[in-house]
């Protein structure tokens, strides 16, 4: 009897200890996304599942932040490791300008391109609100303080002349979607891959139109002034009751890591990404992915100046 049970014993302390072993050797990394609801947050969740279960041996913790321009402060101070950012605020951190003046940003690398983020103008079919004129002295929802819509808002609607006569609330788009609901909020405002489930889930309860702000832009030149934010079209049915197509602009997503993640780590990621198994998962996930490709990985990286990380040169050289 007492030779069954040390025999027990001892199997179960090879179990422990092995446990254990394997909990160790687990590499855990960070990753900054942005908040629920968007492109930003879906697509973190699935390269969330091409760490954990498609590559051996790590973890992806995905962290909801203000977005881009949050995001690119994480990576680059090593607070995160990984995370997503748009195109537009990458290339004002790495050349100190814009909302990045006098910021020393030099510590983040690019690990590919991601997709194409088109942004969302929505009001109510019966608001009146047809033109930016029309912005005026209402409450517009611009996304979370420090996100890529927020800053993409303030400079577009400065340039439009309106930004000081509204009321800009900083809403996730979520809760920008419930305040239009419940009628506290007039203006919807997001960058998101096509469609956007939210708004979906708002042209399923109230009679919605999306304007066209690529053209609005066009009156004081904004393309001109802001290259980085390209025309993009928002096709005719992608939501409910969108009768024609809508003109916006667009910002490109990318993936960043901070220069001191290891090149054996992005370059794991990057296989598992691309594997036939990592693709199809992550087009399970959101249509956007469907701009994953191996051939786009380094799109426009030579506007933003910003190197490749050392895992994906690798990973392109192979």
């Known amino acids: 009897m007492l030779k069954k049970v040390n025999c027990l014993f001892i199997a179960l302390m090879i179990m422990i200890t092995s446990t254990g072993c394997s909990s160790e050797n687990v590499k855990n990394y960070t990753f900054a996304a942005a908040s629920p609801g968007g492109t930003y947050y879906a697509m973190s969740g699935g390269f969330s599942t091409v760490f954990g279960e498609i590559m051996k041996g790590y973890s992806l913790n995905v962290q909801t932040t203000a977005g881009s321009a949050e995001n690119i402060r994480l990576v680059n101070s090593g607070e995160t490791d990984m995370g997503l950012a748009n195109g537009s605020e990458l290339y004002w951190a790495w050349n100190g300008e814009g909302v990045f003046e006098g910021q020393s940003i030099d510590n983040i690398r690019i690990v ?18 047809n033109a930016f004129e029309d912005f005026k002295e209402k409450n517009v929802g611009v996304g979370p303080q420090g996100s890529a819509a927020a800053i993409f808002n303030e400079i577009l609607l400065e340039e439009a002349g309106v930004w000081n006569e509204l009321s800009p609330v900083y809403l996730p788009p979520g809760d920008q979607v419930s305040a ?28 919605v139109k999306l304007l066209d702000i690529g053209k609005f832009g066009d009156d004081f030149g904004f393309s001109e002034k802001y290259p980085f934010y390209g025309k993009s079209i928002i096709p005719a049915g992608t939501y409910e009751g969108q009768d024609e197509d809508v003109v916006s602009y667009s910002n490109l997503t990318y993936i960043i890591a901070n220069k001191d993640v290891s090149e054996e780590t992005v370059y794991e990621f990057l296989e598992a990404l691309y594997s036939e198994e990592g693709l199809e998962h992550m087009r399970s996930v959101h249509t956007r992915a469907s701009e994953l490709s191996v051939d786009s990985i380094d799109k426009m990286v030579d506007v933003l100046g910003i190197p490749m990380h050392d895992g994906t040169l690798r990973f392109l050289e192979e």
Not at 180 to 206: A, E, H, I, Q
């Open 180 to 207: 239009m609901k419940d009628g506290n909020l007039d203006v919807f405002g997001y960058f998101s891959g096509l469609p956007l489930s939210l708004v979906m889930d708002l042209s399923s309860v109230k009679d």
């Open 112 to 129: 590919g391109f991601g997709w194409t983020n088109v942004y969302h103008c929505v009001v109510l079919e019966d608001s009146g609100i």
